[in-house]
Antibody, heavy 121, light 110 residues
């Protein structure tokens, strides 16, 4: 079955970086994009960006430009999200999701289990 | 402050029909399709409706989505206790060049 399995809990100090992985299985990795969405404690969902697994092209949320990098390794069907210069308000559960984008339609039909990143001194 | 506007809460009794609204603008709902996600406590979001009114396989037909202009809604009929969850609408925003979400609606089954 289609599955996205993410890396585990991370605890980081302010100013550090974190890299979360997302390993896909059960489908051809390069036929869908990968989105990253985060959710701060008790808050709603926030889209971080998207990467094409075919071309490596990326589209990042404006507020994260310059701090986030999304990459993929097609040989292992794994996507990565690196966030730098961490602040306390980056504390959140980070989700990867398999995404489809065509015309005016964009949706994510399979999600990873989430990776908790805590930023604290 | 979310780009898409949802009521923070909704409720209904078992068997009832409830609707959740989602309001946006011409740059998002007005020009792109709307999706709905369900999030049970402590779990990842699950796609319920995509492209305004399409259900992924496995989603029961008592859930339906609609869109008109810059607004959309999710309807749940035959409400069940397992429907108690947070619901989020989402759409692509052409001005922000990214996906935007509503703030979420917490559905309580009384």
């Amino acid at each position: 079955q289609v599955q996205l399995v993410q890396s585990g809990v991370e605890v980081k100090k302010p100013g550090a970086s974190v890299k979360v992985s997302c390993k896909a299985s059960g489908y051809t990795f390069t036929t869908y994009g990968i989105s990253w969405v985060r959710q701060a404690p008790g808050q709603g969902l926030e889209w971080m960006g998207w990467i094409s697994t075919q071309t490596g092209n990326t589209n990042y949320a404006q507020k994260l430009q310059g701090r986030v990098t999304m990459t993929t390794d097609t040989s292992t069907s794994t996507a990565y999200m690196e966030l730098r210069s961490l602040r306390s308000d980056d504390t959140a559960v980070y989700y990867c999701a398999r995404s489809t984008s065509w015309g005016g339609s964009y949706y994510s039909d399979c999600w990873g289990q989430g990776s908790l990143v805590t930023v604290s001194s | 402050q979310s780009v898409l506007t949802q009521p923070p809460s909704a409720s209904g009794t078992p068997g009832q029909r409830v609707t959740i609204s989602c309001s946006g603008s011409s740059s998002n709902i007005g020009s792109n399709t709307v999706n709905w996600y369900q999030q049970l406590p402590g779990t990842a979001p699950k796609l319920l409706i995509y492209s305004n009114n399409q259900r992924p396989s496995g989603v029961p037909d008592r859930l339906s989505g609609s869109k008109s202009g810059t607004s959309a809604s999710l309807a749940i009929s035959g409400l069940q206790s397992e429907d108690e969850a947070d619901y989020y609408c989402a759409a692509w925003d052409d001005s922000l060049n990214g996906e935007v979400f509503g703030g979420g609606t917490k559905l309580t089954v009384l």
